[in-house]
């Protein structure tokens, strides 16, 4: 199963995400946990923030989710996912996808803004999606999760959606 959590920078993508493996891994050990932001890093920093360039990002993180799903490794993956079309392409690819669309309204984010990423954005350094760079609300999320309320309400829905996996409630 791959567990593709979305939304803006800030949003708390990363943060649900870890709770999300961590939980599922609690009862099953091959879980892996897939960072946008990390992978970047561990891929060298080769690619810029350009369209083109997170349009490659993209591309490369789809196709390690494909590459663990197919060795039966799970996947949570806390990703911008700006490309409607990637998220079209994991429905294709992905043996049991689902999507979970962090909404935070652009206001919190921009006063949460733990990397100083919107700051930068207002200043003209950067483009950042959802302030200089558009960003389209997904079309067919699993689920939407509204992050207007803090860290608290985020992080309860880990067990939530650590039970979607294999040997999780759900499934019975």
Same mark, same amino acid.
């Given at each position: 199963?791959?567990?593709?959590?979305?939304?803006?920078?800030?949003?708390?993508?990363?943060?649900?995400?870890?709770?999300?493996?961590?939980?599922?891994?609690?009862?099953?050990?091959?879980?892996?946990?897939?960072?946008?932001?990390?992978?970047?890093?561990?891929?060298?920093?080769?690619?810029?923030?350009?369209?083109?360039?997170?349009?490659?990002?993209?591309?490369?993180?789809?196709?390690?989710?494909?590459?663990?799903?197919?060795?039966?490794?799970?996947?949570?993956?806390?990703?911008?996912?700006?490309?409607?079309?990637?998220?079209?392409?994991?429905?294709?690819?992905?043996?049991?996808?689902?999507?979970?669309?962090?909404?935070?309204?652009? !206001? &919190? *984010? =921009?006063?949460?803004?733990?990397? +100083? $990423?919107? #700051?930068?954005? %207002?200043?003209?350094?950067?483009?950042?999606?959802?302030?200089?760079?558009?960003?389209?609300?997904?079309?067919? !999320? &699993? *689920? =939407?999760?509204?992050?207007?309320? +803090? $860290?608290? #309400?985020?992080? %309860?829905?880990?067990?939530?959606?650590?039970?979607?996996?294999?040997?999780?409630?759900?499934?019975?």
């Amino acid at each position: 199963m791959v567990l593709w959590i979305i939304g803006l920078s800030g949003a708390g993508k990363s943060t649900l995400a870890t709770a999300v493996a961590e939980e599922v891994r609690r009862r099953m050990p091959n879980v892996a946990l897939v960072d946008g932001d990390v992978l970047r890093e561990v891929w060298g920093n080769d690619l810029g923030h350009t369209m083109e360039d997170r349009r490659k990002n993209a591309d490369r993180l789809c196709r390690l989710c494909r590459f663990l799903d197919r060795q039966g490794i799970h996947v949570v993956a806390a990703i911008l996912s700006l490309f409607e079309q990637s998220r079209e392409w994991n429905r294709e690819n992905l043996r049991d996808y689902r999507e979970v669309y962090i909404k935070c309204p652009l !206001p &919190d *984010l =921009v006063r949460r803004d733990p990397k +100083g $990423l919107y #700051a930068k954005g %207002a200043r003209g350094e950067i483009d950042l999606p959802g302030l200089t760079l558009p960003f389209a609300e997904p079309a067919r !999320p &699993d *689920l =939407v999760i509204d992050n207007s309320s +803090g $860290l608290e #309400a985020l992080l %309860a829905h880990a067990k939530t959606l650590a039970s979607l996996f294999p040997g999780g409630r759900e499934e019975n």
